[in-house]
């Protein structure tokens, strides 16, 4: 198939992609929600200037200096907007790089079911109401466009500050970027220290930002000011405000998240538990894919699943399981592409029909395990 082909086939499987991915997220002309549906948009009014200097506040920060507060005064517009402008950019990106990476020449139905995955981009379209969006915009601008030290040290500290959970992505970032294609050797200093000093600095970075970054505002003076600057959005979700996510501890994130999961899965019927497992048999099918067409070692290749599944370590945080599946599942496609571009990794037909088939599990979209398929789960509520 000629590149040119290759140009068509590509964005013509995205812009269908993105409708549908869009159609998600301005789900609630569908349903009672309405606007509520896209969640939280606190992350875009809290900036450095209310309180001084917070975690997860610096894209709120670029938002009020660039004056787009002043411009859209409706909160819910700010919301949407600013949403379909990562999700353009990140459809450009990710459409630039499967291009690049020569991945079409390796069948029609391995780029459909990478395109149309449940777990990569469609996934976007129930996961508004956080910044994952711009963390894996940030993600993969690092892997496959920075190569600078400093400029990647510049593009993690950024990524921290967006959210302090982009640490979870560090590691995987350096094994794919410094280790999966060469070996380390101490003759070269320069190739032997720098994932080194990558790892040193962004774990020292993320627990700066945790220690200094926890506010001590009390409740009532923190979501007062925030009430003001969301307007008809305040009071609308019950983190509405961004008051938990910003003071809360650890330990507190544990406990809360236990609680859930243990009260989702207790109310899980027998078809309920099949359905919540789906998203997890992708997922292995995913690895097991990559595990046999990486050309890479047998330990880089352990390793580098691993590195893909560390985003579940999450779920014992912040519940959001389906959030951290489709974020395991987003870090084996970029793998996949990754390591194809480098002529690494080979997919066979019988792999593209497989994704292509388990297109049709998904997307997963609720932070529980109640409703792992929320737009097929609509549909049959609604049907049957």
């Known amino acids: 198939m000629g590149s040119y082909k290759n140009y068509i086939l590509i964005y013509s499987l995205f812009i269908v ?79 630039k790089v ?7 020449d390796q069948g ?8 149309f995955s449940p777990g990569l981009m469609m996934h976007f379209g129930y996961t508004t109401g956080n910044l994952d969006i711009l963390l894996f915009l940030l993600l993969m601008i690092l892997l496959f466009y920075i190569s600078n030290t400093f400029l990647i040290l510049l593009c993690v500290l950024i990524s921290l500050l967006v959210h302090e959970m982009f640490i979870i992505f560090v590691p995987f970032f350096v094994f794919f970027r410094y ?31 945790m220690i200094f970054g926890s506010l001590e505002v009390p409740q009532i003076e923190f979501e007062s000011l925030m009430q003001h600057q969301l307007g008809r959005a305040s009071n609308q979700h019950s983190l509405w405000s961004g008051f938990y996510e910003v003071s809360s501890s650890v330990d507190s994130n544990i406990y809360i998240a ?70 395991s599942i987003k870090l084996c496609f970029i793998a996949i592409i990754f390591l194809a571009s480098k002529n690494k990794i080979s997919l066979k037909k019988s792999d593209g029909f497989l994704l292509s088939i388990l297109v049709l599990s998904g997307p997963y979209g609720d932070s529980s395990p109640l409703r792992p398929m929320p737009a097929i789960q609509f549909i049959f509520d609604n049907l049957f």
């Open 179 to 209: 280790l999966s294609l060469q070996q380390l050797s101490t003759k070269n200093l320069a190739a032997f220290f720098k994932p080194i000093i990558v790892l040193i600095f962004s774990v020292i970075a993320c627990f700066a930002i």
């Open 17 to 95: 992609s993105f409708v549908f991915t869009t159609i998600f997220i301005f789900r609630g002309i569908f349903t009672p929600l309405g606007e509520q549906s896209f969640g939280r948009i606190w992350h875009y009014f809290l900036d450095w200037s209310d309180f001084g200097f917070s975690k997860r506040a610096l894209f709120g920060t670029f938002i009020e200096v660039t004056q787009l507060t002043t411009f859209i005064k409706d909160p819910y517009f700010l919301a949407y907007f600013v949403y379909l402008i990562l999700l353009i950019s990140v459809f450009i990106l990710l459409a």
């Open 98 to 104: 499967i291009l690049q990476s020569g991945i079409a």
């Open 258 to 327: 236990h609680e859930l999961l243990r009260r989702d899965f207790n109310d899980l019927s027998f078809l309920g538990m099949f359905l919540a497992l789906i998203p997890f048999f992708y997922l292995v099918c995913l690895m097991v894919i990559f595990y046999v067409r990486a050309d890479l070692s047998f330990y880089k290749r352990i390793l580098a699943i691993l590195l893909m599944l560390l985003p579940l370590i999450l779920t014992l945080l912040a519940n959001d399981l389906y959030r951290w599946v489709g974020f």
């Open 108 to 115: 029609t139905l391995v780029l459909f079911g990478i395109i």
